[in-house]
């Protein structure tokens, strides 16, 4: 991976549409920075995009990307990486793509430990589609979909990250700006899954989960939190849901092989890059 | 007698599908050509299996009704078959096990059971003693068998290979001791046959995308398509194939789907439900214009249905999968030659139209075996290099979705420094950005819909004829595995004096509207067969030709058209006194 | 003047569809007949919205090309639509905002900024300018207004409503007082029309689920199909229906199954997207026999496409949708008041056949208003009890899947004692246990086949004939929502001097073939009418009946056909020289 | 709900057809016993079957049933109670289905504590497809779609269905036959979301977690385990990832509303058995 930063504007597309004051403004700036920072290009990367309106950044951000289907980015960022894992892979989708219509993709790519960087924008609801609930929002919460008040209670990200198998789960806020480019570029340099899980007021229509909301319910892990121990870091995680307390920092983070590393056919060259298979006859003998 | 049916029975779980295959590799190792076939009940015990194999010295598509040999390892292979025996056929059974009804088959009662215990042998070493009698029957020698054990059982340790070599050797002594005029010599070794192998159509797609450099298999078990993906996975360190089972279908297409945006080919498969999971995600890679092959290999639906047996139903909810409007191309081979052939295909025009391909098969195709020439496929292997077509590893002001007059922009390979661009599932202008605009969304509307009329002016190919259709007063009109029953009845007819041909289409879709309907508006009897109860090709020719073929033959009950059937149906006179061409809608269900 | 085109434009975000749709309602209350239109990008900000609605004292299906009112609270409405503008049209905008280029309209400079500012009023507020300077245009009391907002306004305060009034009085002031002779005098209040209702196709799928006794739904959002689940949320303590906004489609769709499998009625929704998820679960709603009503609202495509705007492409997915062969019924309503009657059908239809009935949509009839007379519809739901066909509660010795001449078993309602049976995605016996036999196959196979024949002698409707087709020289054949563009260029036709009648299909799948072949095999000009690039109906027409409808104006840009398209085409020069029957493949592409 | 007893032979249906030795025999017996114990007959309960081997249990245990999709029986399940909520529903699934193909809705109806029993048949395998490596089964395993080793981590079902909302979690054994009863009684019970996680051996095609690897890697939690202490459960839960140690009991159980008793809708009578609404010509008056 190059280290020297580049410069950050290169990675400015179109003019982002999203309503002023919503907390993607600020990801959409990170994330270019935190690129920067690391040294990358619009071309040295590849982005797998949500559909939502987090998702929608794919016309802001410069870089090679696939915009596919509400639900399947990680899928596809895993066939990518899997393809050429020497481009760094990420996803960048909202909470109700990734923990609702794709929530199962997200718990067994925690537990391939692939190489992807997962950037979640949780802002409780389906922002895109006028805000109804999404899986995080608050039980109770109202909305065109849950008028008489959500009965679920909330998903909780990163416990379901932390226990079904990822290697790298931060949680960072949208107004936390400097420490959520480094939670980012940690994500990043981290060999395996991780995820940045974000929390993102949207000011249209999430009157809940606000500003305000979150500047009284987050807090910074203390510098004594042991991100190794994996019991405290469900620990804090479960916060969310059983406090409404929301730590911000890198919760848990071991090192093991990511799912590439495991295969021997990639140790060489990436599938991309490597010679192609020939000795089919002699294959083909096996089946006398 | 030119050609023989082996088959053998018994309780699932005691190897009879082992057997079986046994049975068809060793008897192509002696040169002669099978077509076999399995079935089994959705259960992993308590039902009863069975294994065809027919054999002779030509090639051969289809079993046959008669049963020469029959192995019966319990009570109900004798009694579920036995209308299928004749006086010449052979019977071997236990005495110890059952007592078969009355017959006037030539019965040998074969002491499996004894032999077994006597040797302190398991259960599933029955099937040596099955193989033992059937090759001294055949009178071939006992060194095939011999080889044919070491091979099987050598991961299994010396001594049972040594057991399974004594038991079966038992078997076939006892034949040769007790039974010698029940020795068939019709079948002599052939030492200079083709040297043969022996695969299905799983085999075939499999061993085919190796050959066409598909570099990436997912896939979700789902019988019948579960083998593409334990063969490509068994072999995928000696490839260097990444295959991988994913957590569901979805995953599974956007896994290849991912891969493939990286510029490796990939493929995924599944059966009828599995591929329903998709459909999406086959709409999203035709508007983001992603090469990938999907194998299909259909199974009687609706929903589970009948998960082990065989049927052609999925053909227009294949054609037609995904919404919204795209190019989208359909093959559908007979037998695992074109099988080969027709994946290197699939791999090329995927990457050539940057569109998905679906290589349709069924249970019937999948999973039963053939021979085929080795030197055939080494052929085919040698002529073939993956043509990726217009796939670009370099670019200056690139524009990912060009519009070029063929609809095919060119693809550049994700990485190249100093550009980038997104496949996009949104419509999107040229250079990819998403847009809502009507004017770009209609350039790119006729950009993909262009790519269809490349393709049947470039790559669609007209389905082939067997038999001589100026000479035929019937002919035949099929897609898929009914191939080999409908080759081996044209046989058939033709010793009782019927001139038949044979339309048989591997490239379903999409069609060629005026070169077909040529073919099929002549002064013939043609005969539509399919194998499903609502005729799904004859309505896609009907939609894409205007060509409606009113007499079928379609057969439902989840098993495949057998050869007789078909015969039976052009001979029974009801069909002869129709002579008009102009025949009314008349649907034979067959069973 | 018998129409009245008013549209206003503006940034996304600023309330352009509240207004729209209060400019609706108010010129339905002062008595007359709309039709409404709102375009708007798939962002939540910054695109470009806009509203049309047209007002007759006769009901009107569909908008005009020009122009009569435009208020522009940006300068993108008025560049945009400057082209839809003639001299006698009215164009309000704000000088401070922006100055229009050069025209020969009648302008209106009224200051809206200067009015919000000096009042302290919020942007938002624009929106209650434009009405009561709309209203004093078209000679409509101010009351009215002033009614609307109280209604509008009531939950968020006195002061808001208060402001808003003022505000809007101002703007209504402004006009009578400034700009008297610009005032139209052609639509006075209808004091004794019939009351009406305004409702989307969607408020109607809802509203008639409602009516036909429909408990559970289930969704996940989609656009253009959001709606429906949350029309239907916000109502659910009062009609006592549970509405589950479930994880994802395959859950939506299987929880409406578990429901129906309860014995009660139950439907889910979605777009092309989110329907392509459930068509496995179609699959087993129909060899299950579980009744299912799914409403499919369709967006252009592929996969994402374009969100928010409307096309006709999703015809052939959904009648072929699902692997396995099982009977479907596919209704196409082609107005909100079709819709309404439709959908309580399609619940019988559904609980009559047990099997998946799909009602079919598009953005342009799911989003756009209608206003129709209350009393029809309280006629529709009065003449209206649920038909639940062969659901039973008590049984005795039942067995779920009984092989019974119309192909429809008795429906046990389950928890009834002494009996339990199973709803099976296997193939099953008559008492509902799994099967893998070939002759249960076939029996279940003719079962549910024969449900087909049942619906098309019994419950098909033909397509409905507007114009009389003897005397008319040219037909237009279509589907759907093209209904209402139709409707209004046969009348711009006749007065042309042309003569047409319009054959218009609702129950779309499957069809009776002979009845309309009958139909589409006259000599007459037929000109097929399609909102995709394909012709995808026409391509089922052939499919079914063997007609192929070669003339075909097939559009496919993301709009809806409009009224003058139609018309022009007719009108060409081009068109008139044909006057031979058979017209070579002509399509025309409009965007 | 009833509590006299009913003979459990009635549940008898067709002979199972699953191998000598299979743990579902035994399972299959014990749900027949606990159905009977708990005064059910095959008319009073819904079942709601997973397409595997497990699921084939369709045939042999009578009762109103839905055999649906793969992976598809728990939003079924739902549909069915949500519709008919008298009548107590169960899901009898294998660990492909309830953690691979419906993982989503695994996780999504534990959030919404719909009133379900779940008894997923945990063998580690896809056994009806004849054995490929299903979500629970070791790292490392190798199966015919794994022949060189499972790459991923194991899915913990416990733990995820603990994090994320279930209000009764608990794991059985296929032979430990009289706490298996007890626990599906229990669960069954339970008013909300309850899951029994059963090991159950696959003799056929799983040699690696066999009867013995269960026997010494199970244990009975202890009697001063406090079901009501989630963050105790957790961790428990983690044992079968972190030390291949899997606790038999009921790890967690809390009381809380279930799903549909938050519906007023449904307060008074099941949504099937209420009168229907008619009050339409008043709704529609609002259109104007
Ligand atoms: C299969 C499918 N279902 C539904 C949709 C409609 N849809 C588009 S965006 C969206 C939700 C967006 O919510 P989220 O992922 O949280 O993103 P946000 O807009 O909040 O950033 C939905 C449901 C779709 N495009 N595809
Ligand atoms: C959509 C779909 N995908 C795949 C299958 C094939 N299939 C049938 S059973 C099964 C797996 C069974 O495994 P599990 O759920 O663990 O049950 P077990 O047999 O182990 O009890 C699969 C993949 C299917 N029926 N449907
Ligand atoms: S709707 Fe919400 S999430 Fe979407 S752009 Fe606006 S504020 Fe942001
Ligand atoms: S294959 Fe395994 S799970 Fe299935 S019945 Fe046999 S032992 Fe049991
Ligand atoms: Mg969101
Ligand atoms: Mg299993």
Redesign the pocket.
Known sequence: MKTIPSKYEQFTGYSPTWCPGCGNWAIGAVIKRALGELGHDPSSIFVSFGIGCSGNMNDFLNAYAIHGLHGRAIPTAIGFKLANHKMPVLVIAGDGDCFGEGGNHFLHAARGNHDITIITHDNSVYGLTTGQAAPTANKGYVSKSTPFGLIETPLNPLALAISQGATFAAQGYASHVPQLKSLIKKAMVHKGFSIVNILQPCVTFNHYNTYDYYDSKTYLLSKKHDPKNKQVALKRAMEATSIEKFPLGILYQVKQKAFHEQLPQLAQETLLHKERFTELDSLLASLT | MSHFLWKIGGQAGFGVMTTGLSFSKIATKVGYYIFDCFEYPSLIRGGHNTYDVILSSDPVHAIQHEINLLVCLNKETFELHKHRLTKDSIVIYDENSFTPSENNCKMIHLPFKTMLFENKASMVMENNIALGCSLAILNWPYQVLDEMIEQTFADKGASVVALNKKISKLAYDFIVKNHSSFIIHDFPILKKSEPKVVLTGNDAFAYAAIAADCRLYAA????PSSTVLTTLAANAQKTGMVVRHAE??ISVINTALGASTAGVRAACG??G??F??MVESVSFAGIAEIPLVIFMSQRPGPA?GL?SWTEQGDLLFTVHAGHGEFPKIVLAPGDPYEMYALTVKAFDLADYYQTPVIVLSDKHLSESNMSINHLDLKLLNRAYSPDSGKLIWKANHYQRYADVPDGISPRLVPGYPGQFYQVNSYEHTVDSHTTEDAQERVIQVNKRNRKTQTYLAKHFAMPEIFGDINKSEIVFVSWGSNKGAILEAQKKLTHKGFKTAFIHFTHVFPLNESRIAALLTLKKRYILIENNSQGQFGKLLREQTGVNLKVKILKYSGRQIHVEEIVNYVNAPSFATKRSNVISNEVRNLR
């Not at chain 2, 979700?220 to 019988?223: E, G, S």
């Open positions: 979700y078990p789902m019988t569901d279908e599944s059966s439900g599995g329903a999971l589970t998960p």
